[in-house]
């Protein structure tokens, strides 16, 4: 019996299943996810104190900013659906948003500016999502640029280091009440990391260059804890950050001498101890622990 009819009937097959046009992409829709900030429980506001740290102290924010890149919103089965940024020219490039809480007002005065950012903006595919995924930090291909000369919102002089270490992924400052202050940081002002304030800065540390002026890499402490919060939809709901649990087991009257103000993520900082493992990140011999800046409000 020949087989030249049945080879016949298998190309046509396969012609016939080359000439079917490949599956459209998933159509995406602009979004927005909305961010907002409390402190210790209540609406953040410049000049608004609470009380925070162990033992509980007044203590009033004079900045609160942070950025985030790699957003994904994900769906019940687990999936991760990348959430797209448009890039906005102010708040938006490149794929790193710059979420901005203060308001230039009161102490937040020095540094601050009147503008403020609280919304991500971008496209997903439209459907039921539970959850949300980011990275709190610059990645490291943009985190070594000149701030000077950068395009917003790496324009942000406020939330830079220097070449070496990159930008202040998370800078939470307060002035702080009946603080007993160490040696401060040298440069550093009143309210803004020097004597009368406690600051939380969070970045790349330990990044090799060769001089504070020039770009750094391959940085020994990368610092960018990835946030995943579930069990509320993202695009309907709220990602709260509250910077008050990250100092629940913090005394903000106080600062090791000869150490930066507050915790600056660099290394032998007693002050970093208690905070950036409740980043999620470890610091040191303590292990990482929960993340505690962020929640979700349904």
């Known amino acids: 019996m020949s087989m030249r009819p049945l080879l016949g009937w298998?190309?046509?097959?396969?012609?016939a299943a080359c000439a079917q046009p490949a599956a459209p992409p998933a159509a995406t829709a602009p979004q927005e996810i909305r961010f907002a900030a409390n402190l210790a429980g209540a609406p953040l506001a410049c000049g608004t104190a609470a009380q925070l740290g162990r033992p509980p102290v007044a203590a009033q924010p004079t900045d609160f900013r942070f950025f985030v890149t790699?957003?994904?919103?994900?769906?019940?089965?687990?999936?991760?659906?990348?959430?797209?940024?448009?890039?906005?020219?102010i708040w938006q490039r490149d794929g790193v948003a710059l979420l901005d809480f203060e308001n230039g007002s009161g102490p937040c005065a020095t540094g601050g500016s009147a503008a403020t950012n609280t919304t991500l903006r971008g496209s997903a595919p439209p459907g039921a999502y539970t959850g949300i995924r980011?990275?709190?930090?610059?990645?490291?291909?943009?985190n070594h640029q000149d701030a000077t000369i950068a395009q917003a919102p790496f324009n942000t002089t406020a939330m830079f280091w220097n070449?070496?270490?990159?930008?202040?992924?998370?800078?939470?400052?307060f002035a702080v009440s009946g603080q007993r202050p160490g040696?401060?940081?040298?440069?550093?002002t009143p309210g803004h990391g020097g004597p009368a304030g406690?600051?939380?800065?969070?970045?790349?540390?330990?990044?090799?260059?060769?001089?504070?002026?020039?770009?750094?890499?391959?940085?020994?402490?990368?610092?960018?804890?990835?946030?995943?919060?579930?069990?509320?939809?993202?695009?309907?709901?709220?990602?709260?950050?509250?910077?008050?649990?990250?100092?629940?087991?913090?005394?903000?009257?106080?600062n090791t001498p000869g150490t930066p103000p507050g915790c600056m993520s660099f290394p032998n900082d007693p002050e970093c101890v208690a905070i950036l493992p409740r980043l999620g990140l470890p610091y040191g011999t303590a292990p990482a622990g929960q993340q505690m800046l962020f929640t979700a409000r349904p």
């Open 10 to 15: 298998a190309g046509i097959g396969v012609l």
């Open 134 to 142: 980011f990275t709190l930090g610059v990645p490291e291909r943009l």
């Open 70 to 89: 790699d957003v994904a919103l994900l769906r019940a089965d687990g999936m991760a659906v990348p959430f797209t940024l448009a890039s906005d020219g």
């Open 183 to 188: 040696r401060a940081a040298p440069g550093a």
């Open 198 to 254: 406690f600051v939380i800065h969070l970045g790349s540390t330990q990044c090799a260059a060769e001089a504070p002026t020039q770009p750094g890499r391959d940085c020994r402490n990368p610092n960018r804890p990835v946030i995943t919060l579930t069990g509320f939809d993202p695009l309907r709901g709220t990602v709260v950050a509250d910077p008050a649990p990250m100092l629940a087991a913090s005394d903000l009257r106080r």
């Open 163 to 173: 070449w070496q270490n990159g930008y202040k992924f998370l800078k939470a400052d």
